[in-house]
Protein backbone atom coordinates (compact mmCIF):
# COMPACT_ATOMS: atom_id res chain seq x y z
CA UNK A 1 0.00 0.00 0.00
CA UNK A 2 1.32 3.59 -0.91
CA UNK A 3 2.26 5.47 1.75
CA UNK A 4 0.60 9.07 2.20
CA UNK A 5 3.40 10.61 1.22
CA UNK A 6 3.94 9.05 -2.04
CA UNK A 7 0.46 9.42 -3.27
CA UNK A 8 1.51 12.93 -2.72
CA UNK A 9 3.98 13.01 -5.35
CA UNK A 10 3.29 13.68 -8.65
CA UNK A 11 1.99 11.00 -10.58
CA UNK A 12 4.39 10.99 -13.43
CA UNK A 13 7.07 10.26 -10.74
CA UNK A 14 5.33 7.64 -8.82
CA UNK A 15 3.72 5.66 -11.30
CA UNK A 16 7.48 5.13 -12.98
CA UNK A 17 7.86 1.13 -13.27
CA UNK A 18 10.48 -0.39 -11.40
CA UNK A 19 13.35 -1.57 -13.63
CA UNK A 20 13.30 -4.94 -14.37
CA UNK A 21 16.84 -4.99 -14.95
CA UNK A 22 17.84 -2.88 -11.56
CA UNK A 23 15.77 -5.77 -9.27
CA UNK A 24 17.85 -8.67 -10.62
CA UNK A 25 20.71 -6.47 -10.65
CA UNK A 26 19.95 -5.79 -6.85
CA UNK A 27 19.40 -9.53 -6.32
CA UNK A 28 22.31 -10.80 -7.68
CA UNK A 29 24.95 -7.83 -6.82
CA UNK A 30 27.82 -9.36 -4.63
CA UNK A 31 27.59 -13.02 -4.58
CA UNK A 32 30.61 -14.94 -5.17
CA UNK A 33 31.39 -16.61 -8.52
CA UNK A 34 28.51 -14.87 -10.13
CA UNK A 35 28.68 -13.91 -14.12
CA UNK A 36 26.85 -10.66 -14.50
CA UNK A 37 25.83 -10.45 -18.05
CA UNK A 38 22.36 -7.80 -16.74
CA UNK A 39 23.93 -4.71 -17.42
CA UNK A 40 25.11 -2.84 -21.12
CA UNK A 41 28.74 -2.94 -20.36
CA UNK A 42 31.40 -4.82 -20.97
CA UNK A 43 34.24 -6.44 -18.57
CA UNK A 44 37.42 -4.47 -19.27
CA UNK A 45 37.90 -0.78 -17.18
CA UNK A 46 38.67 2.45 -19.13
CA UNK A 47 42.03 2.11 -20.44
CA UNK A 48 44.77 4.32 -19.13
CA UNK A 49 45.38 6.26 -21.97
CA UNK A 50 42.26 8.06 -20.74
CA UNK A 51 41.92 7.56 -17.30
CA UNK A 52 45.64 9.36 -16.73
CA UNK A 53 44.72 12.32 -19.34
CA UNK A 54 42.08 12.96 -16.60
CA UNK A 55 44.06 12.46 -13.31
CA UNK A 56 46.34 15.28 -15.03
CA UNK A 57 43.63 17.67 -15.47
CA UNK A 58 42.71 16.81 -12.37
CA UNK A 59 45.75 17.10 -10.82
CA UNK A 60 46.02 20.86 -12.65
CA UNK A 61 43.16 22.02 -10.88
CA UNK A 62 40.68 22.08 -13.48
CA UNK A 63 37.86 21.77 -11.14
CA UNK A 64 36.42 24.74 -11.47
CA UNK A 65 32.85 25.94 -13.45
CA UNK A 66 33.54 25.38 -16.57
CA UNK A 67 31.46 25.84 -20.12
CA UNK A 68 27.95 24.67 -19.56
CA UNK A 69 27.53 23.29 -23.46
CA UNK A 70 30.82 21.62 -23.09
CA UNK A 71 34.55 22.79 -23.22
CA UNK A 72 35.72 24.14 -26.19
CA UNK A 73 38.35 21.56 -27.12
CA UNK A 74 36.03 18.37 -26.72
CA UNK A 75 33.34 20.08 -28.54
CA UNK A 76 36.05 20.71 -31.62
CA UNK A 77 37.21 17.09 -31.08
CA UNK A 78 33.66 15.64 -31.17
CA UNK A 79 33.48 17.70 -34.95
CA UNK A 80 36.26 15.99 -36.18
CA UNK A 81 35.75 12.21 -34.57
CA UNK A 82 32.03 12.76 -36.57
CA UNK A 83 34.00 14.19 -39.71
CA UNK A 84 36.43 10.79 -39.61
CA UNK A 85 32.95 8.62 -39.12
CA UNK A 86 30.77 9.79 -41.75
CA UNK A 87 33.64 11.37 -44.58
CA UNK A 88 31.29 14.69 -44.10
CA UNK A 89 31.74 18.59 -42.58
CA UNK A 90 30.34 18.99 -38.99
CA UNK A 91 30.53 22.14 -36.56
CA UNK A 92 31.70 22.33 -32.89
CA UNK A 93 28.51 24.30 -32.49
CA UNK A 94 26.45 21.43 -33.25
CA UNK A 95 27.24 19.31 -29.75
CA UNK A 96 26.91 19.25 -26.49
CA UNK A 97 27.84 17.27 -23.48
CA UNK A 98 25.81 15.63 -21.20
CA UNK A 99 25.78 13.62 -17.95
CA UNK A 100 26.14 10.22 -19.83
CA UNK A 101 23.90 9.29 -22.73
CA UNK A 102 20.73 9.00 -20.50
CA UNK A 103 20.90 12.98 -20.04
CA UNK A 104 20.78 13.42 -23.53
CA UNK A 105 18.00 11.19 -24.10
CA UNK A 106 16.35 13.76 -21.10
CA UNK A 107 17.28 16.75 -23.08
CA UNK A 108 15.86 15.68 -26.45
CA UNK A 109 12.62 14.86 -24.64
CA UNK A 110 12.55 17.85 -22.38
CA UNK A 111 12.58 20.12 -25.77
CA UNK A 112 10.19 18.53 -27.69
CA UNK A 113 7.40 16.66 -25.55
CA UNK A 114 5.21 17.58 -22.62
CA UNK A 115 2.32 16.62 -20.59
CA UNK A 116 -0.68 15.20 -23.13
CA UNK A 117 2.11 14.53 -26.15
CA UNK A 118 2.84 10.93 -27.49
CA UNK A 119 6.34 9.46 -28.82
CA UNK A 120 6.46 6.50 -30.84
CA UNK A 121 9.03 3.90 -29.57
CA UNK A 122 9.57 0.76 -31.09
CA UNK A 123 9.80 -1.99 -28.93
CA UNK A 124 11.04 -4.27 -27.26
CA UNK A 125 13.21 -0.82 -26.00
CA UNK A 126 15.54 -0.08 -23.76
CA UNK A 127 13.42 1.27 -20.57
CA UNK A 128 14.88 4.82 -20.19
CA UNK A 129 12.91 5.65 -23.29
CA UNK A 130 9.63 5.24 -21.16
CA UNK A 131 10.63 6.56 -18.40
CA UNK A 132 12.48 9.80 -19.56
CA UNK A 133 8.91 10.46 -21.62
CA UNK A 134 6.93 9.74 -18.89
CA UNK A 135 9.07 11.70 -16.40
CA UNK A 136 7.34 14.82 -18.42
CA UNK A 137 3.74 13.97 -18.28
CA UNK A 138 3.70 12.61 -22.12
CA UNK A 139 3.19 8.73 -22.78
CA UNK A 140 5.16 6.76 -24.61
CA UNK A 141 3.59 4.49 -27.36
CA UNK A 142 4.72 0.80 -28.09
CA UNK A 143 5.17 -0.17 -31.76
CA UNK A 144 6.01 -3.59 -31.24
CA UNK A 145 8.56 -5.11 -33.46
CA UNK A 146 8.25 -8.75 -34.39
CA UNK A 147 11.17 -11.87 -34.20
CA UNK A 148 10.83 -13.25 -37.79
CA UNK A 149 12.80 -15.77 -39.78
CA UNK A 150 15.71 -12.58 -40.53
CA UNK A 151 15.24 -11.34 -36.76
CA UNK A 152 13.74 -8.68 -35.51
CA UNK A 153 11.70 -6.36 -37.70
CA UNK A 154 9.94 -2.93 -37.60
CA UNK A 155 7.05 -2.48 -40.10
CA UNK A 156 6.98 1.06 -41.38
CA UNK A 157 3.41 1.17 -41.86
CA UNK A 158 2.90 -0.08 -38.03
CA UNK A 159 5.16 3.23 -37.06
CA UNK A 160 3.33 5.37 -39.52
CA UNK A 161 -0.78 4.02 -38.36
CA UNK A 162 0.80 4.88 -34.75
CA UNK A 163 0.98 8.71 -35.59
CA UNK A 164 -2.15 10.46 -33.78
CA UNK A 165 -2.86 14.30 -33.44
CA UNK A 166 -0.87 14.13 -29.97
CA UNK A 167 2.44 12.42 -31.60
CA UNK A 168 5.52 15.00 -31.36
CA UNK A 169 8.49 12.95 -31.76
CA UNK A 170 9.91 9.28 -32.87
CA UNK A 171 12.48 6.93 -31.26
CA UNK A 172 14.81 5.12 -33.21
CA UNK A 173 17.38 3.24 -31.61
CA UNK A 174 19.41 1.60 -34.39
CA UNK A 175 21.59 -0.65 -33.54
CA UNK A 176 19.38 -1.64 -31.11
CA UNK A 177 19.32 -2.39 -27.55
CA UNK A 178 18.40 -5.39 -26.53
CA UNK A 179 17.31 -7.22 -30.13
CA UNK A 180 19.96 -5.73 -32.19
CA UNK A 181 17.53 -4.63 -34.67
CA UNK A 182 19.56 -2.71 -37.19
CA UNK A 183 17.60 -0.08 -39.51
CA UNK A 184 19.03 -0.33 -43.40
CA UNK A 185 19.48 3.28 -44.99
CA UNK A 186 16.20 2.58 -46.94
CA UNK A 187 14.25 1.94 -43.64
CA UNK A 188 15.38 5.31 -41.95
CA UNK A 189 15.00 7.53 -45.28
CA UNK A 190 11.18 6.14 -44.70
CA UNK A 191 11.50 7.13 -41.21
CA UNK A 192 12.66 10.78 -42.35
CA UNK A 193 10.01 11.04 -44.90
CA UNK A 194 7.23 10.52 -42.33
CA UNK A 195 9.14 12.73 -39.81
CA UNK A 196 8.81 15.45 -42.55
CA UNK A 197 5.15 14.78 -44.24
CA UNK A 198 4.04 14.80 -40.04
CA UNK A 199 6.57 18.00 -38.62
CA UNK A 200 7.79 15.27 -35.85
CA UNK A 201 10.92 15.17 -34.29
CA UNK A 202 13.72 11.92 -34.29
CA UNK A 203 14.98 11.17 -31.69
CA UNK A 204 18.30 9.07 -33.02
CA UNK A 205 19.75 6.70 -30.17
CA UNK A 206 22.73 5.68 -32.53
CA UNK A 207 25.01 4.75 -29.73
CA UNK A 208 25.92 1.51 -31.17
CA UNK A 209 26.75 2.87 -34.69
CA UNK A 210 29.84 1.21 -34.71
CA UNK A 211 29.39 -2.23 -33.16
CA UNK A 212 27.82 -3.36 -36.45
CA UNK A 213 28.46 -6.67 -37.57
CA UNK A 214 28.18 -6.72 -41.25
CA UNK A 215 31.07 -4.24 -41.24
CA UNK A 216 31.71 -0.80 -41.14
CA UNK A 217 29.39 1.77 -39.46
CA UNK A 218 25.86 0.85 -39.33
CA UNK A 219 23.46 3.25 -41.20
CA UNK A 220 22.46 6.01 -39.92
CA UNK A 221 20.49 10.02 -40.40
CA UNK A 222 23.50 11.69 -40.42
CA UNK A 223 24.23 11.05 -44.16
CA UNK A 224 20.65 11.34 -45.12
CA UNK A 225 19.50 14.60 -43.32
CA UNK A 226 19.18 17.75 -44.13
CA UNK A 227 20.32 20.68 -42.25
CA UNK A 228 16.60 21.89 -41.56
CA UNK A 229 15.47 18.21 -40.47
CA UNK A 230 14.22 17.60 -36.58
CA UNK A 231 16.75 15.15 -35.80
CA UNK A 232 18.51 14.97 -32.13
CA UNK A 233 21.13 12.40 -31.66
CA UNK A 234 22.27 10.83 -28.73
CA UNK A 235 25.73 9.67 -27.69
CA UNK A 236 27.90 8.70 -25.11
CA UNK A 237 31.27 8.04 -24.26
CA UNK A 238 30.41 4.61 -22.38
CA UNK A 239 30.66 1.80 -25.03
CA UNK A 240 33.27 2.17 -27.48
CA UNK A 241 36.03 2.96 -24.79
CA UNK A 242 34.67 1.17 -21.40
CA UNK A 243 33.31 4.49 -19.72
CA UNK A 244 30.52 3.30 -18.37
CA UNK A 245 30.52 4.47 -14.72
CA UNK A 246 31.79 8.04 -16.02
CA UNK A 247 28.19 9.37 -17.29
CA UNK A 248 29.40 11.49 -19.57
CA UNK A 249 27.60 11.31 -23.33
CA UNK A 250 26.85 14.18 -25.55
CA UNK A 251 23.95 15.61 -27.55
CA UNK A 252 24.09 16.59 -31.23
CA UNK A 253 21.60 18.85 -32.39
CA UNK A 254 20.68 22.09 -34.67
CA UNK A 255 23.18 24.74 -33.64
CA UNK A 256 20.57 26.88 -33.79
CA UNK A 257 19.26 25.56 -30.55
CA UNK A 258 22.23 26.15 -28.29
CA UNK A 259 21.02 28.48 -26.16
CA UNK A 260 17.59 26.45 -24.90
CA UNK A 261 20.27 23.07 -24.56
CA UNK A 262 22.36 25.43 -22.53
CA UNK A 263 19.99 26.39 -20.59
CA UNK A 264 18.07 23.00 -19.91
CA UNK A 265 21.86 21.71 -18.90
CA UNK A 266 22.14 24.50 -16.68
CA UNK A 267 19.10 23.56 -14.70
CA UNK A 268 19.18 19.88 -15.02
CA UNK A 269 23.10 19.45 -13.83
CA UNK A 270 25.06 22.59 -14.37
CA UNK A 271 27.65 21.00 -16.83
CA UNK A 272 29.91 18.11 -16.92
CA UNK A 273 33.24 18.38 -14.64
CA UNK A 274 36.10 20.00 -16.74
CA UNK A 275 38.63 17.35 -15.81
CA UNK A 276 36.13 13.95 -17.19
CA UNK A 277 35.89 15.92 -21.03
CA UNK A 278 40.03 16.12 -20.93
CA UNK A 279 39.55 12.27 -20.51
CA UNK A 280 37.09 12.25 -23.27
CA UNK A 281 39.20 14.29 -25.61
CA UNK A 282 41.55 11.55 -24.90
CA UNK A 283 38.79 8.92 -25.91
CA UNK A 284 38.16 10.57 -29.33
CA UNK A 285 41.95 11.19 -30.29
CA UNK A 286 43.85 8.59 -28.63
CA UNK A 287 41.38 5.73 -28.28
CA UNK A 288 40.86 4.38 -31.32
CA UNK A 289 42.78 0.69 -30.83
CA UNK A 290 40.63 0.36 -27.65
CA UNK A 291 37.40 1.03 -29.65
CA UNK A 292 38.68 -1.52 -32.20
CA UNK A 293 39.47 -4.05 -29.52
CA UNK A 294 35.92 -3.39 -27.75
CA UNK A 295 34.21 -4.40 -31.56
CA UNK A 296 36.41 -6.93 -32.12
CA UNK A 297 35.39 -8.76 -28.52
CA UNK A 298 31.89 -7.90 -28.87
CA UNK A 299 32.07 -10.07 -32.75
CA UNK A 300 33.85 -12.75 -31.02
CA UNK A 301 31.40 -12.70 -28.18
CA UNK A 302 28.39 -12.63 -30.37
CA UNK A 303 29.94 -16.22 -32.06
CA UNK A 304 30.05 -17.78 -28.51
CA UNK A 305 26.26 -16.87 -27.46
CA UNK A 306 24.59 -17.76 -30.79
CA UNK A 307 26.22 -20.98 -30.80
CA UNK A 308 25.23 -21.72 -27.65
CA UNK A 309 21.96 -20.62 -27.88
CA UNK A 310 21.34 -22.41 -31.17
CA UNK A 311 21.78 -25.53 -29.49
CA UNK A 312 18.51 -25.46 -27.74
CA UNK A 313 15.16 -26.32 -29.65
CA UNK A 314 13.12 -24.45 -27.84
CA UNK A 315 15.09 -21.12 -27.72
CA UNK A 316 13.66 -18.77 -30.56
CA UNK A 317 16.83 -16.57 -31.18
CA UNK A 318 18.55 -14.78 -34.33
CA UNK A 319 21.86 -13.43 -33.59
CA UNK A 320 22.27 -9.92 -33.86
CA UNK A 321 23.06 -7.33 -36.80
CA UNK A 322 24.40 -4.96 -34.11
CA UNK A 323 24.98 -3.53 -30.69
CA UNK A 324 25.87 -6.23 -28.25
CA UNK A 325 23.11 -8.22 -26.91
CA UNK A 326 21.48 -11.65 -27.32
CA UNK A 327 17.86 -11.07 -26.77
CA UNK A 328 15.75 -14.63 -27.35
CA UNK A 329 12.53 -16.23 -26.18
CA UNK A 330 12.54 -19.48 -24.40
CA UNK A 331 9.55 -21.67 -24.72
CA UNK A 332 7.67 -22.60 -21.78
CA UNK A 333 8.61 -19.44 -20.04
CA UNK A 334 5.95 -16.66 -19.41
CA UNK A 335 7.56 -14.43 -16.68
CA UNK A 336 11.20 -13.80 -17.35
CA UNK A 337 11.74 -11.90 -14.54
CA UNK A 338 10.99 -14.71 -12.44
CA UNK A 339 13.07 -16.94 -14.67
CA UNK A 340 15.81 -14.43 -14.46
CA UNK A 341 16.02 -14.07 -10.32
CA UNK A 342 16.21 -17.92 -10.28
CA UNK A 343 18.49 -17.86 -12.57
CA UNK A 344 20.73 -16.02 -10.25
CA UNK A 345 20.31 -18.07 -7.52
CA UNK A 346 20.42 -21.42 -9.18
CA UNK A 347 22.80 -20.85 -11.89
CA UNK A 348 25.00 -17.54 -10.87
CA UNK A 349 24.23 -15.85 -13.71
CA UNK A 350 22.94 -12.40 -14.04
CA UNK A 351 20.79 -11.99 -17.41
CA UNK A 352 18.09 -8.82 -17.83
CA UNK A 353 15.12 -9.92 -17.78
CA UNK A 354 12.91 -9.24 -21.20
CA UNK A 355 9.85 -7.96 -19.14
CA UNK A 356 11.83 -4.54 -18.53
CA UNK A 357 11.55 -4.12 -22.27
CA UNK A 358 8.57 -3.71 -22.73
CA UNK A 359 5.80 -5.29 -25.41
CA UNK A 360 7.25 -8.07 -26.88
CA UNK A 361 9.99 -9.10 -24.47
CA UNK A 362 8.13 -10.80 -21.80
CA UNK A 363 9.65 -14.25 -22.52
CA UNK A 364 12.68 -13.02 -23.73
CA UNK A 365 16.01 -12.40 -21.64
CA UNK A 366 18.87 -10.47 -22.98
CA UNK A 367 22.29 -11.24 -22.30
CA UNK A 368 25.30 -8.67 -22.87
CA UNK A 369 28.46 -10.56 -24.86
CA UNK A 370 30.60 -7.88 -24.37
CA UNK A 371 32.92 -10.02 -22.13
CA UNK A 372 35.55 -12.22 -22.14
CA UNK A 373 34.98 -15.78 -24.55
CA UNK A 374 36.14 -18.03 -21.97
CA UNK A 375 33.95 -15.84 -19.07
CA UNK A 376 30.75 -16.31 -21.90
CA UNK A 377 31.88 -19.99 -22.52
CA UNK A 378 31.16 -20.63 -18.65
CA UNK A 379 27.83 -18.67 -18.44
CA UNK A 380 26.33 -20.55 -21.07
CA UNK A 381 27.34 -23.59 -19.65
CA UNK A 382 25.01 -22.84 -17.20
CA UNK A 383 22.56 -21.17 -18.81
CA UNK A 384 22.23 -24.27 -20.94
CA UNK A 385 22.30 -26.54 -18.05
CA UNK A 386 19.60 -24.75 -16.09
CA UNK A 387 17.69 -24.82 -19.73
CA UNK A 388 17.67 -28.72 -19.60
CA UNK A 389 16.96 -29.31 -15.82
CA UNK A 390 13.89 -26.55 -16.10
CA UNK A 391 12.25 -26.52 -19.36
CA UNK A 392 11.44 -28.87 -22.24
CA UNK A 393 14.86 -27.56 -23.70
CA UNK A 394 17.23 -30.26 -25.24
CA UNK A 395 20.68 -28.99 -25.92
Not at 224 to 238: G, H, N, P, Y
Request: aromatic share 10%.
Amino acid sequence: MPSPLHQALRPSAANLPESGISRVFRHGLGRPGLIPLWAGEGDLPTPPVIANRTVEALTRGETFYTHQRGIPDLRAALARYHERLYAKSFSPDEFFVTGGGMQAIQLAVQMTVGAGDEVLVPTPAWPNFRGAIETTGARAVAVRMTLGRNGWELDIDALASAITAKTRAIVVNSPSNPTGWTASQGFLSDVLDLARAKNLWIIADEIYGRFHFAGGMAPSFQTIRRADDRILFVQTFSKNWAMTGWRMGWLQAPADLGQTIENLIQYNSSGVAQFMQRGGIAALEDGESFALEMIERARVGRAVVSEALSRHNNVRFSAPEGAFYAFFAVDGITDSLDAALRLVDEANIGLAPGTAFGDGGEDCFRICFLRSPDQLREAMQRLSTWLTANTSSKA
